[in-house]
């Protein structure tokens, strides 16, 4: 199972948005809404953010939003703040009724 | 409140086994289904394995399968992950996280356990 495909990195000023893309194919992504995005700051533990395309967990900020079109999911993030500086990833329920994540994508706030 | 606390992590020879442990705590263990996912230092996160919670369906990795096993005990709260035949590519933390409650998402994750194979 090949890793889903994100940028490596990304970079925005406070108050912008930005997207994250995460490609995969008709058996992962594009096949299944079960997406999810997670948050990682350095040395701890991945934190969801979003779950199941485009939901959002209590708590998490409405500045994060999900979506999907064909076989690549997006993560949105407006109003970039200091704080959204992190590792991000996505992840997908697949055909073989496995999980498989992106590669990752650091994002920067300038 | 939910407690996910990762066990038997550290130092094995290429080759060698080790056994992780996963103590759950704070819910009912026996209904959420739950998975290992692992990290190599400096690199991206990478999905091993799920077991549901009765522990009768099991999925493995494509890098892992063969090699590793994947099991629960519910009278006890705890998951496992035993691992043969270990390769320095092996080395990496090991996080346990549990499916739910938010739909396909893990949403509880433990601190994760550090697993190095070198000689």
């Known amino acids: ?110 | 409140e939910v407690q996910l606390v990762e066990s038997g992590g550290g130092l094995v020879q290429p080759g060698g086994s080790l056994r992780l442990s996963c103590a759950a705590s704070g819910f009912t263990f026996s209904s959420y289904d739950i998975n290992w996912v692992r990290q190599a230092p400096g690199k991206g996160l990478e999905w091993v394995s799920y077991i549901s919670g009765s522990g009768n369906i099991i999925h493995y990795g494509d890098s892992v399968k063969g090699r590793f096993t994947i099991s629960r005990d519910n009278d006890k709260s705890s998951l496992y992950l035993q691992m043969n035949s270990l390769r320095a590519e092996d080395t990496a933390v090991y996080y346990c996280a549990r499916d739910g409650p938010y739909g396909s998402g893990h949403y509880y994750w433990g601190q994760g356990t550090l697993v190095t194979v070198s000689s």
Not at chain 1, 14 to 22: A, D, E, K, V, Y
Not at chain 1, 72 to 97: F, P, V
């Open chain 1, 1 to 110: 199972q090949s890793a889903l495909t994100q940028p490596a990195s990304v970079s925005g000023s406070p108050g912008q948005s930005i997207t994250i893309s995460c490609t995969g194919t008709s058996s992962d992504v594009g096949g299944y809404n079960y997406v999810s995005w997670y948050q990682q700051h350095p040395g701890k533990a991945p934190k969801l953010m979003i779950y199941d395309v485009s939901h959002r967990p209590p708590g998490v900020s409405n500045r994060f939003s999900g979506s999907k079109s064909g076989n690549t999911a997006s993560l949105t993030i407006s109003g970039l703040q200091a704080e959204d500086e992190a590792d991000y990833y996505c992840m997908s329920y697949t055909s073989r009724s496995t999980r498989v994540f992106g590669g990752g994508t650091q994002l920067t706030v300038l």
